[in-house]
Antibody, heavy 120, light 109 residues
């Protein structure tokens, strides 16, 4: 069965960096676009980034453009999100999600999330 | 949010409720809508994709519709376990990114 397991979250100071990972299993990672979506404590969902199956195409939300890099290693079944110049407003649970293959924004499997806390 | 959802809705067991999602010509007007259910402390679950389609395992009590720049999620035969937050999402051609609605908290009275 499809499984997505995020890791790499934690407490980081403003201006710091963090690299999140998402281990995928139960499907062929290279066949699907993948995304990162975040949710600040008590708030709604916010899309962060998309990456194509090959990794050649990437898309970012304006709120993170220039500070975040999405990448993938299909051979290792891993998805990454590198977060730089972190701000307190980046504090959130970060989910990786598998695109369902039908429409942009349709995510049929989600991980359990990893918490990133940006605080001094 | 660019996609507007009412903050809360409520209903009694067995009732039918509808949750709306309003957008614009660059998003809902041109693209399909997806709906998610998020139970407390859990990751979101896809309920509807491509505006009308249900993934396998989602009960047919849940249905989606779209007209112009608005979309709606209907839940019939409301059950206590339907109490959750519901989000709509779609692609925005102008922003070149995914939009989520602000979410609707559904309370089953």
């Amino acid at each position: 069965q499809v499984q997505l397991v995020e890791s790499g979250g934690g407490l980081v100071k403003p201006g710091g960096s963090l690299r999140l990972s998402c281990a995928a299993s139960g499907f062929t990672l290279s066949d699907y676009y993948m995304s990162w979506i975040r949710q600040a404590p008590g708030k709604g969902l916010e899309w962060v980034s998309y990456i194509s199956g090959s990794g050649r195409s990437t898309y970012y939300a304006d709120s993170v453009q220039g500070r975040v890099t999405i990448s993938r290693d299909n051979a290792k079944n891993l998805l990454y999100l590198e977060l730089n110049s972190l701000r307190p407003e980046d504090t959130a649970v970060y989910y990786c999600a598998k695109d369902c293959g039908n429409d942009w924004g349709g995510f049929d499997y989600w991980g359990q999330g990893t918490l990133v806390t940006v605080s001094s | 949010s660019v996609l507007t959802q009412s903050p809360s809705e409520s209903g009694t067991p067995g009732q039918r409720v509808a949750i709306s999602c309003s957008g614009g010509t660059s998003n809902i007007g041109r693209n399909s809508v997806n709906w998610y259910q998020q139970l407390p402390g859990m990751a979101p679950k896809l309920l509807i994709y491509s505006s009308y389609q249900r993934p396998s395992g989602v009960p047919d009590r849940f249905s989606g519709s779209k007209s112009g720049t608005s979309a709606s999620l209907a839940i019939s035969g409301l059950q206590s376990e339907d109490e959750a937050d519901y989000y709509c999402s779609t692609w925005d051609d102008s922003l070149n990114g995914v939009l989520f609605g602000g979410g609707t908290k559904l309370t089953v009275l």
